[in-house]
């Protein structure tokens, strides 16, 4: 193949590409730092042209696609080897007072939304009862820790230009107080009080936190939380999962946005919503206990 058919195949792969993203020629400049002008000029069909090498590399990082198939050296369109290990690292949680990796990601992604899915309910709304509860005896922080993290976001999410969405189970706010699974552990009164905490943060802080409570018979999520445009991060345990690349990127933003269009508790609901089941519990008791 010579050079001018290559960069009519690498034209017709990176339009096909951006295609598949719904991206334009802007897009992928500011994403990948490229000159708009030098985006327009690989995709003008006049002159065909090949990117130089930091380009090339830029461009097929951001796209989350193999260098060699823009190239037409390869029919495989998937990251190569080289790519991926820019596009996905692994970062370990810290035993520390606050976890740095978050906090670095939150301020970094200042004025743009964070999108947000926790195990259960997530830690910024919860009660320093239930986080003592939660981190005794947990492998990764103490429940000081916990607790002098969770002052920390709760700081960053009353900044004005704090935009953070949250979705998470309907079940998990249920369960709570119903007294299941984790929560067995606490009395009505902690649980109790929980809920209002809870419901008192959203309206407090609506619309700059917002959280969406989907189904969990029909929809499921692992625990991850997308930074702005450019980067999210997967909890498995211990550590970390962070993508950088703007094609996966753009793919948990697609199923965090599925939650939130399927959620049976809109975010303006959320806070009354959990104000309604504290007050639908027992006025007094001890450990509520599981159900057979």
Known sequence: MDKRDRAILFRERLGKALNERTMNRSDLARAAALDRSTVSQLLSEGAPRLPNGQALAAIASTLGVSSDWLLGLSSHEGVAADVLDQAVQ???TDRNPVDEHLLAWYRESAGAKVRHVPANLPDVLKTEDVLTLEYSGATVKTPGQAISDTRVRRALLRRPESDMEIAVAKDALEGLARGEGLWARLP???RKAQLLYTGQMLND???????????AHDRYSAPFTVFGQKRAALYIGQRYLVFTATAHVQLLTSHFDDLVRNAQVRSHEAGDFAVDLAQSMPL?????QTRP
């Open 284 to 288: 007094s008791g001890h450990r509520a």
């Open 205 to 215: 802080l609506y619309p700059s936190l917002r959280l969406h409570l989907f189904g």
């Open 188 to 190: 009505v009164e902690t």
């Open 90 to 92: 692994v970062a370990e």
